[in-house]
């Protein structure tokens, strides 16, 4: 069936019965049959009756006093502006619409937009289609599995909706297809089961992984390491529900892998020692609020290109290293909330350079209970803890 076709007994109240009426009756452009645009302009306005009311819109709509100077936020910080969606304009001025010179539509940007209602298939079959940001909205239901066929997507980031079910099979990476991409997003929904571990066995060029904050169950996978050959890789697993530890395997990510947040995971067990002797690059390290146990590996002066180094509430033990004065790039160092003894390095302390901008160190260098000694003695703790005391922490 043509995805311009009604089905039989189509009823009045479908976004795909109201889409073909304004297309056929209501768009001031009317266009042919053969027109070129003809599908891209009818998959914009059926995504534009299903995902949400008229009146709930901010870009879409007929002109108004209201939105007609509604400006959409790029990535770039550029600003996608543009005509309000239905308008009698070709759809590649519509706000939030990107396409090429011959007028194909290459990107989707209606980030933030009081979007609600399930995820478009339809979108599936806007052949140039290189970027989807629909993040920050109300989008239901489940991934379209259809979205695996894609044939140049860059960017699908679908994160802070409230999608819930499985990430389909359908998704993972061929030759062509949906992950021949940079970046994928799913954080902040209700995602459930395993994270599909062929994501990490294929595909060409998925750098950024989000994941965060949703229902996966599953470790962090050992298959992990069959990211490497993949530079300024970005993988973020920060959720609660997450499990397991991390394998020795992150090692052969080497010096590809620039950011891992497992924050407000399960994740337990000791840091492996191949992310610090092989993971030279890696820029952010945070890993707070689990239940991660050993001790802080002298390897870490080895990570001269690090920024953010979070360890904060786990069950580590034992001294802070002592000479990690070679991370000159360091701005974050959070080790609150264990059972370390000793004292923030001079070393670390040294790097409080205003010049270079916010510096931040947390140790438990209260009082313990208020009256005992500090766990840790801190000159230059921007933030003093004591663990012993429900984690309770002062400025200074």
Not at 109 to 115: C, I, P, Q, T
Not at 176 to 203: C, H, K, M, R
Not at 363 to 373: E, I, K, Q, R, V
């Amino acid at each position: 069936m043509s995805i311009l076709a009604l089905p039989k007994n189509p009823e009045p109240t479908q976004p795909k019965f109201k889409a073909l009426y304004w297309i056929v009756f209501e768009d001031p452009l009317q266009l042919n049959a053969d027109a070129n645009n003809l599908l891209q302009r009818f998959i914009l306005s059926l995504t534009y009756f299903q995902t949400s009311r008229e009146s709930d819109r901010l870009a879409c709509g007929p002109s108004t006093a209201a939105n007609e100077s509604y400006r959409i936020q790029d990535t770039l910080g550029r600003g996608l502006s543009g005509s309000p969606w239905l308008e009698g304009v070709h759809e590649c001025q519509w706000a939030g619409i990107l396409c090429d010179r011959e007028k194909n539509i290459t990107r989707l940007d209606l980030r933030d937009n009081g979007l609600n209602g399930p995820l478009p298939t339809e979108l599936a079959n806007i052949p140039a289609l290189e970027s989807i940001n629909i993040m920050g909205n109300r989008m239901t239901g489940t991934v379209p599995s259809i979205y695996g066929s894609f044939l140049s997507i860059s960017l699908l980031n679908l994160d802070n909706s409230e999608l819930s079910g499985s990430i389909p099979s359908e998704l993972v990476p061929t030759e062509v297809g949906l992950f021949d991409g940079t970046w994928l997003g799913f954080g902040s929904n209700s995602l459930s089961s395993s994270i599909p571990t062929e994501l990490f066995q294929a595909g060409k060029g998925i750098h950024t992984f989000l994941f965060n904050d949703n229902k996966f169950t599953e470790t962090l996978l050992a298959e992990v390491g069959a990211l490497h050959g993949r530079r300024d890789l970005q993988v973020n697993l920060q959720g609660k529900p997450l499990r397991g530890t991390i394998p020795s395997e992150i090692g052969v990510l080497k010096g590809n892998i620039a950011s891992l947040d497992i924050s407000w995971t399960n994740m337990e067990g000791s840091l492996p020692e191949e992310l610090f002797t092989e993971c030279t690059n890696l820029l952010w390290f945070q890993a707070s609020n689990c239940g991660l146990t050993g001790t802080i590996s002298t390897g870490l002066q080895l990570l001269s290109k690090l920024e953010r180094f979070d360890i904060s509430n786990n069950n580590f033990h034992g001294a802070i290293p002592a000479q990690l004065s070679a991370l000159m790039a360091l701005r974050l160092f959070f080790v609150n909330g264990n059972d370390l003894s000793g004292s923030i390095p001079s070393s670390v302390c040294a790097l409080a350079d205003p010049t270079k901008g916010i510096f931040e160190v947390a140790a438990d260098c209260l009082p313990m209970d208020g009256t005992g000694n500090p766990m840790v003695e801190c000159s230059c703790c921007t933030l003093c803890c004591d663990r012993d005391a429900a984690d309770y922490c002062l400025l200074k």
